[in-house]
């Protein structure tokens, strides 16, 4: 969280072109923070201003990090999808309740790594709405598919029609997001 409090001072240097204060200055709070391993790019007006790896992409190995890693970034990166998300409902270019397969020039099923959902249409109707609030019907991994066959399957109906603001001042709606029910559910 320390790393994140200095990110206006890193992208300062960076404007600035002082690499050397960036490089320092991201490796004094990773050691104070206990990071082992980061990538940091630096984007202005649609140009990579600056990009660096830090540290090690194993610590075991001691393997040094380098561009390429791939980070597990668990729910810091939801937070950046909805917010570029949004800004594609903004711009008009994204429709939060229209399904999203209409974007797309052919079924999902006939991608490689939706193939397991042939046959089971409710695919049609999974918006970006259903994808920001988890109420598509999947399960969090296909790796933990609660029958353990490592399958995409649709566990609940996706919600279409959640309450929002509108309809809640015009009927006796609540703002609860239904439940899933699934056989995980006990």
Not at 12 to 19: I, L, N, Y
Request: proline share 7%; with cysteine.
């Amino acid at each position: 969280m320390k790393l994140l409090l200095y990110l206006p001072l890193i992208l300062a240097c960076s404007a600035s072109g002082q690499t050397l204060s960036i490089d320092s200055t991201v490796e004094k709070l990773m050691d104070s923070a206990g990071v082992t391993g980061l990538c940091l790019g630096v984007v202005r007006a649609d140009t990579v201003a600056y990009v660096q790896a830090y540290g090690y992409k194993s610590t075991a190995t001691r393997q040094k990090n380098d561009t390429a890693t791939s980070f597990y970034a668990t729910s810091f990166s939801k937070a950046v999808f909805a917010y570029l998300v949004m800004q594609l409902v903004d711009e008009g270019k994204l429709d939060l309740d229209k399904p999203l397969f209409t974007y797309l020039p052919k079924p999902i099923p006939e991608y490689t790594n939706y193939k397991d959902l042939e046959g089971d249409n409710r695919w049609q109707l999974i918006t970006a709405r259903n994808c920001l609030d988890h109420s598509t019907g999947f399960p969090n991994w296909r790796q933990y598919n609660p029958r353990g066959n490592k399958k995409l399957e649709i566990f609940f109906t996706p919600e279409s029609d959640l309450p929002t603001p509108e309809k809640a001042s015009t009927s006796s709606s609540s703002f609860s997001k239904p439940s899933p029910t699934g056989p995980w559910k006990t």
